[in-house]
């Protein structure tokens, strides 16, 4: 059919797609270029002297790879023990908010009570609630229990579930055969060791995905660790911001550019990794 | 009680009788039903009880918390506290530094929010294109959508450094004056360039949506002489209207509590709002400057009750006047 349509008028149709699919191209790696650009120039940033990245008409590439920056970075500041305190509260939070998301998902994909849809609408409604608006009072209430400089907090956070991720894990339980949980009834199981023994073994993807995405989000935040958490209990987040300065006070560029490309690199790694998985929960959250 | 009543009803010891009747058999039958519902209701509420409890203790306690302390001049240090009733509202509705904060922050919003929409949507059909290493560019450009903020913040930072930053040296070399970009006024646009540099997370949840539209309804249209453009706007755009919707609202609250004005400003004192220029000196940097620069609590309180209240209007707007502009593509076969 095609072949019928093309024919008269073969060679300049071929021209035509071929500058079409240049342009294309064309269009499409600038773009890449342009988006991969400011992670590029943070690199070379913190491969670069002071001096460097002080000139004035810019110093384009460094005259030397200035690699003993990302060295000098770890004992700058105590970098590995900041690195540490986020991996214990995003490794903490991710597990807790992972199962107890699952756990409340599989109540509203599998279970019904009168309230259900309420509850739902609130849960939904609550997901448009900035979390700003609720973390500077909840900071306040953790002052006065006591909470602060301690890592209870997310431990509290994880235990109580995320609406987004609960969502997520309704999405994908709800679409799993009702036979599963018939037979496991039939059999004498509770709905406890249902969800415990068939459908989380099911769940490996969304699993991964929520804990990803959990993973990201506490690693990433700055705010809540900034408010919560002492200068020596603080998050790679807000050492990176903050804690590259001279005794003096003034900020150590080259050093800060080069920490914080060891601080984004490992999620960036987790997403390649991980990459199927998260994009498919990311998308399931986002379509339905 | 337990489920294990269903299935060996024969089994059981029925009580002697040799042949039940149908009246027996029935409410034999029955009775573990009942006693299915209750069990499946409460646990219901034993699945749901971590997220409601949750909910209750870290949302709405601080919530009201909250709207309590709007009514008093609470510090956290000054014992001598008082209730002030709507005054702190009073206060609000007459300083300018937060109209314009509220102004800045919307104008943010209902720019950021349709650009980073139209840049995702324009990389979406980009990528869905036949192209070769499509997969890798999918990734490269979704890439800066997971850098965390503080690392974005720094990345702009530099690149927009007025001195030795690159985009001045480009546009030096190009012949334009160099520019004064993290200082008013240009630092907006900076701030909007960090937006846009996470438009990959559009395009993936626009991408799924543009798989699943159907191959026919592009081939009708082909047919019918339709041009690409035409094709784009009366068909691709009404199907993904719903992910467009979602993308509209979560964007939206994700502009109204970005600190990445914060993260672009100087390194100021630990709380950094003092050091943010005036162009980005949004609603949420002003609620910041109340709470830990001033340690206002009641006043910063007010002032996160008024934006949670113009939150919910604007949500209830932006539904309303999409109702009959979005376009579900309900499949009648998938309905339970």
Redesign the interface.
Known sequence: MTATTAAPADIPVRVRVRTKRLV??T??VS??GL?????G??VL?GLKTQG?????????LPDTFQWHNFADAFTQIDFLGYARNSLIIALLYATLVTL?SA??G???AR????G?KV?FG??LA?M???????L???Y??FAKVGMVDTYWPWV??G???A?YL?FLFRQFFAGMPRELEEAA??D????TSI?WRIFLPQSWSVLSASFIIAF?WT??D??AP?LLLSTDRTTL?VA???AY?NDGGT?V?EL??AA??M??VP??LI??IA?RGF?AG??TS??K | M???Q??PVADRPGGGRAAPSDAGRASAARRPRVSMTA??????????S??????L???V???V??LW?SFTTFD?ISPNWKYVGLGNYRELLNDPVTWDALGRAGLFAITSVPLSIIAGLA?AV??N?P?KARGL?R??????A???????????K??FDP????T??VM?FLGFEAIGWLADPYVRYVLLMTVL?GA??VM??S???LQDVPRELHEAARIDGASAWRTFRSITVPLLS??LL??T?TGM?AS??T?MPL?LAP?GD?SGVTTVPQSNYLY?MH?FAQ?FALGR?GY??AL?WV??VL??IA?GLIFKFTSGVVFYNVDPEAKK
């Open positions: 294309l191209y269009v499409l773009v890449t988006f991969l650009g400011p992670f120039w943070l940033s460097e990245l002080a000139a004035s008409p810019v110093h384009w107890s756990w409340v599989f109540g509203f279970l019904d009570a009168p259900k509850l609130i849960l609550s448009m609630l900035p979390q700003m608006v609720t500077l009072p909840t306040l209430i509290l956070w235990l109580s579930a609406p609960v009834i039939v004498g199981c509770g709905y969800f990201t690693w990433g700055y705010i900034q987040a990176v911001m903050t300065v900020p560029p800060q550019a914080s490309v601080y984004v999620i960036l997403f390649l990459q994009v990311m998308s986002g379509l | 337990t489920v294990d269903i299935s069990r499946r209701h409460r646990a219901f509420y034993l699945f749901t971590p997220w409601i409890i949750g909910f203790l870290l949302t306690a601080p919530m918390y909250a302390l956290g990389l980009l990528v294109r192209v560019f990734t490269l450009l979704y890439l800066p997971v850098v965390p903020p503080v690392g974005a913040g720094l990345a702009f530099l690149l001195n030795s930053g690159a001045n040296g030096t540099w990959g997370n993936i949840i991408l799924a949506g719903p992910v979602f993308q609202v609250i109204v509590q600190i993260l390194l630990t949420m609620v709470y609590y910063a309180s996160l934006l949670f939150i919910l949500t």
